[in-house]
């Protein structure tokens, strides 16, 4: 294997196992002293281990802290070890691994070479194939699998061979575009004379997407995301060297929702197959670009696709995960528990249930994302949702066993995904979804007592992860081309589904229905035993409605975006007036609420539309504190992730804005707990930054119900007092005001703590209990006026404080608050009703259509 580089030295490594030559080291550019980035080559007689590798590495690094790749041939195939040692080795043909090595060494400085060869790597792992990177925007499985069968694929294979070898303008130019120059040296690509159709941002060498540079505040693509929506054009471009980006031009576009300055598709020019080189101008020519064209096509023929990949796995999870796992959990929870099989128990057992349901949703959903090193560390692939996806596909066998191998499995993931495992590279995420701690997670600590077996979890597991295509072949289902608002749509399908007991033989009739079993029945569920079931009495749950994407996006843009352009204007004003603190402490002060959230479809969206807006912001506008805060952020988590260079390439000051805004904009209330808890798990995947602990969503995501409480302090005195008159003060505004003001204090310091890591986590949710105390009375004078309202409580009983403790102790008051779980807006967010402009900026949710 031959390579060029800055420097080339001999390798001569007498240490080298039997059969393996060590022969020379490539050295790339070291313009800053940091030491090049290395790529050690050897040549070995018969394909080495993972040992032999690590050896290899371990000899040449040393002690040292030099960025290395050893690259070992063997025949015609290469192995490749590092840079990092935790990392599994991957393998390639000779030809593909050194135009792999190539692009690396061709890299400025050793920085940008570790970024691309962590780019590589992701490319890899995203799409199966080297040489492109789907990030979300269209569905990897229909761009690897079907695609290639349209009936153009070859022709448009030899159009782009030639092609490959050009770059930036030219390559804009010969790709069907006419360019005219836009701001800051983007060029604005148009079609056959018609308005301009994309944006694009020509990068230099040494600059990288996603990272600040000296032309760009926020990162080169924040900055054209933000000229194509002035533009209003529907794409934008982005070259870099050998890479070329196509993003969406406005949020919500792609099948993966994800942020979007992370949705894009990249073609790497120089180690793209020519078997996918169609991929070039089937995604990035102006033909493609135009209106219906194939960066079209292939959006809808993926939300296609994903519609009916969830679809199916939806079917699998009513049918053949949640009621054997129901029934099991029941069984374990009465034997090893204590949990009565009443209503309650039966109930908890359910809620048990969709917690290990939705943690298995997350872990496998974070390893297809590359959010978990799935793929990039041994000892976390030993116990990983696809190492079990892949045995139950190469199992030829369905029997499963009493033991409780798999679960076991799963247990030692999600303590490594609360409480960090160092050794797997998954640093402490903290998070409600997998914590055992009784007070917060009454659910999380009855699973820690429980086990399940190999032959209900094997069946389980496999309907989960294996999905079964149109022409009959199996495979792994691809949870990159789901959107979180699937994770709703699973749970509102099973909201009216219960476990019971039957009370007789029961059998199921042909409508699917659970009906007495007479004689000669079959019986499906036996007298005594613990049955599955909806709420119309059928064995199956099935699907639920939910508002449609088009309208969530309509109503976000008509509540949230006039909203925010004045908050915005007002930020300005502080910056244009030098008050740059000023415009840092309240750049995060909007408020956006949904009262009755759901599963939360409605705030992942507005999280999208006021990061977006936000980020335009800050591309045009140097907000000091802001960036800060942002950057301090990144560097915690770089350092949580250590050696783990494809988890540190997903870390950026964007993706970094988006969890801020979901941590101190968004608030959400719900009466029912599961739905409150999976809009915090929807929002805490939308938001996920590798590295850093899911932030602590407990105070802006409440279970309560708003119907029925307070909203503003004047309301609650209006009930306990109807006569006063407007101005009047009384005993309770005093009490209420200094309440709420001290809770207020306390919540600020909450939003306002990063929450970069497990320690801040803890003290925010110390805090957050601390800030429930100071305010209690207010909360039980706010109840008092809700007893007041139902008539159990006579208005205008209090005169002093003796009188108003004496109405605060009556059980009128307490059982108001347990009947109805009121949400009182004043109490659960004083930083939001005690600031100089009250209430919350918008208010998102469903209407009643």
Not at 539 to 544: E, I, L, P, V
């Amino acid at each position: 294997m031959q390579l060029t580089a800055d420097k080339v030295v001999a390798w001569n490594e007498p240490s080298a196992p039997a059969g393996v030559k060590t022969e020379k080291v490539y050295l790339g550019p070291d313009p800053f002293g940091l030491g090049g980035f290395q790529v050690a080559v050897a040549t070995a007689a018969t394909a080495p281990s993972r040992q032999v590798l690590r050896d290899l590495f371990t000899a040449r690094k040393g002690k040292t802290q030099i960025q290395l790749v050893v690259a070992v041939v063997d025949d015609a195939t290469v192995h490749l070890f590092g840079p990092d040692p935790q990392a599994l080795p991957v393998e390639f043909p000779i030809e593909r691994a050194q135009r792999q090595l190539q692009s690396v060494l061709a890299e400025p400085d050793v920085l940008a070479a570790t970024e691309r060869f962590a780019g590589l790597r992701k490319a890899s792992d995203s799409t199966g194939v080297p040489g492109f990177t789907n990030s979300g925007l269209f569905a990897t499985h229909h761009v690897t699998s079907n695609v290639p069968k349209w009936a153009d694929w070859d022709a448009l294979g030899n159009q782009a061979l030639p092609l490959l070898a050009i770059r930036r303008k030219q390559l804009i130019e010969l790709l069907g575009f006419t360019t005219q120059a836009g701001p800051n040296g983007t060029l604005l690509l148009s079609i056959d004379g018609h308005p301009p159709r994309a944006v694009a941002v020509l990068l230099d060498d040494a600059e990288q997407f996603d990272a600040k540079t000296q032309r760009f505040q926020l990162s080169p693509v924040a900055f054209g995301l933000a000229v194509a929506a002035r533009q209003e054009v529907p794409w934008l471009v982005v070259l870099r060297k050998d890479q070329i980006r196509l993003y969406p031009g406005r949020d919500g576009v792609g099948v993966g929702s994800k942020g979007q300055a992370e949705t894009y598709f990249e073609v790497d020019l120089s180690t793209i197959d020519a078997e996918y080189a169609a991929l070039l101008p089937l995604i990035f020519s102006a033909s493609a670009l135009s209106a219906g064209g194939t960066a079209d096509e292939l959006l809808r023929d993926s939300a296609r696709y994903a519609t009916e990949l969830g679809a199916r796995l939806r079917e699998r999870i009513y049918d053949e995960v949640v009621p054997p796992v129901a029934i099991e959990v029941a069984q374990r929870l009465a034997k090893h528990a204590g949990v009565k099989l009443d209503a309650d128990g039966l109930a908890t057992a359910y809620r048990v249930t969709l917690r290990i349901l939705f943690r298995l949703l997350f872990q496998a959903y974070a390893e297809d994302r590359g959010l978990l090193p799935s793929g990039r560390n041994e000892g976390f692939d030993a116990n990983s949702l696809k190492t079990n996806a892949r045995r139950l596909l190469d199992s030829d066998t369905e029997e499963f066993g009493d033991a409780s191998t798999i679960w076991y499995d799963l247990v030692q993931v999600w303590n490594a995904i609360n409480q960090g495992n160092p050794q797997w590279q998954v640093p402490s995420y903290n998070g409600g979804l997998f914590s055992t701690d009784p007070e917060r997670s009454p659910e999380g600590a009855l699973i820690k007592t429980i086990e399940l077996p190999d032959r209900v979890l094997g069946p389980a597991l496999k309907s989960l992860l294996i999905d079964v295509n149109d022409d009959g072949v199996p495979g792994p289902v691809d949870f990159r081309s789901l959107s979180v608002r699937e994770f709703g749509t699973i749970y509102e399908g099973l909201l009216e589904s219960a476990l019971s007991l039957a009370e007789q033989d029961l059998t199921v009739d042909s409508s699917g229905a659970w009906v007495p079993a007479g004689d000669g029945d079959e019986v499906c569920a036996r007298s005594g035993s613990v049955y599955f079931h909806t709420a119309s009495g059928e064995r199956k749950a099935t699907g639920s409605y939910f508002t449609p994407k088009v309208v969530v996006d309509h109503l976000i843009e008509r509540s949230i975006v006039p909203a925010l352009a004045a908050h915005l204007q007002k930020i300005a004003g502080y910056l244009s007036k030098g008050e740059a603190a000023a415009a840092a402490r309240e750049f995060f002060d909007f408020r956006v609420a949904d009262l009755a959230m759901g599963s939360g479809h409605f705030l992942v969206a507005a999280v999208d539309k006021i990061e977006a807006l936000m980020r335009t912001f800050l591309t045009e506008h140097t907000v000091p504190g802001v960036t800060e805060e942002l950057l301090r952020m990144a560097g915690v988590a770089k350092e949580a992730l250590g050696s783990d260079d494809v988890a540190k390439s997903e870390v950026d000051e964007v993706g970094l804005l988006r969890r801020q805004v979901a941590r101190r904009c968004i608030y959400g209330l719900d009466i029912n707990p599961m739905a409150v808890e999976l809009a915090r798990l929807a929002l805490w995947i939308h938001t996920f930054v590798p590295g850093l602990p899911m932030s602590n969503l407990d105070h802006g995501l409440a279970n309560a119900n708003s119907l029925t409480g307070i909203g503003t302090i004047d309301e609650a005195l209006d009930a306990l007092q109807p006569n006063r008159r407007p101005g009047e003060l009384s005993l309770f505004d005093s009490t209420l005001t200094d309440q709420l003001a001290s809770a207020k204090t306390l919540l600020v310091d909450v939003a306002n703590a990063s929450e970069a890591n497990k320690a801040e986590i803890d003290e925010g949710a110390r805090l957050l209990a601390q800030a429930r105390d100071a305010a209690d009375t207010a909360r039980r004078i706010f109840d008092a006026a809700i007893a007041v309202r139902m008539g159990t409580l006579a208005p205008n009983t209090v005169f002093d404080e003796d009188s108003l403790l004496q109405m605060l102790a009556r059980p009128e008051v307490a059982e108001a608050r347990e009947r109805l779980q009121p949400g009182h807006l004043p109490y659960l967010f004083p930083e939001v009703f005690l600031r100089d402009s009250p209430g919350f900026d918008a208010v998102i949710g469903n209407p009643p259509w």
